[in-house]
């Protein structure tokens, strides 16, 4: 990985929401078009890998019946923390995907603009691993920024990298100004 967990604590202790997550119309905006990209139901379990500070953890936790959030930075893991402490159905876990990954099955994947910071290789051991723990009515939503970046790969390549490695079709993609949007099953 080009991008090690220090990389990520180093930009929150210098500003604890560096992508304004929390105060972002456009954040908010794309947190909108994704929950609308979900079907209409509600989800047993859901895995969100890269959740930050917890922002889009939050909203995801009332479309699932027990919400999984992970990420590497102990920093935004800690603001996770307070954001969504009072959802008794979001478990918050330090990962570093796709290193490590949650041994459980789920119905919905949310992979928001983290896999760009990988590798070839590890979108690859990503997007085996989420098909290996995706049930077989199972979501996959893959959020890629568009624009220009110092990241391993484009968001557009993360993203057909990512399909690509699976046997998950995309049921709806959309693109936006600054980012591109994949919904996938089998």
């Not at 929150?12 to 972002?24: E, L, Q, V």
Request: charged content about 20%; hydrophobic content about 45%.
């Amino acid at each position: 990985m080009t991008f090690a967990p220090s990389y990520f604590d180093a930009l929150y202790a210098r500003d604890a929401d560096p992508w304004r997550f929390a105060t972002s119309e456009y954040e908010k905006a794309k947190y909108d078009a994704m929950l609308d990209a979900l079907p209409a139901r509600h989800f047993t379990s859901g895995f969100e890998a890269g959740c930050s500070i917890g922002v889009l953890t939050r909203r995801l936790a009332q479309r699932c019946t027990a919400l999984l959030a992970a990420d590497f930075a102990d920093a935004a893991l800690a603001q996770a923390r307070l954001r969504c402490a009072d959802l008794p159905n979001v478990q918050l876990r330090r990962m570093h995907i796709p290193q490590e990954w949650p041994e459980q099955t789920f119905d919905l994947i949310v992979l928001s603009e983290i896999l760009y910071y990988l590798t070839p290789a590890e979108i690859t051991a990503t997007a085996r691993r989420a098909c290996g723990s995706l049930s077989r009515r199972g979501i996959v939503l893959l959020v890629n920024y568009t624009l220009p970046t110092d990241s391993p790969v484009s968001g557009d390549e993360a993203a057909e990298a990512f399909i690509r490695a699976t046997q998950l079709l995309p049921t709806l993609q959309q693109r936006q100004a600054q980012y591109r949007l994949d919904l996938l099953q089998f």
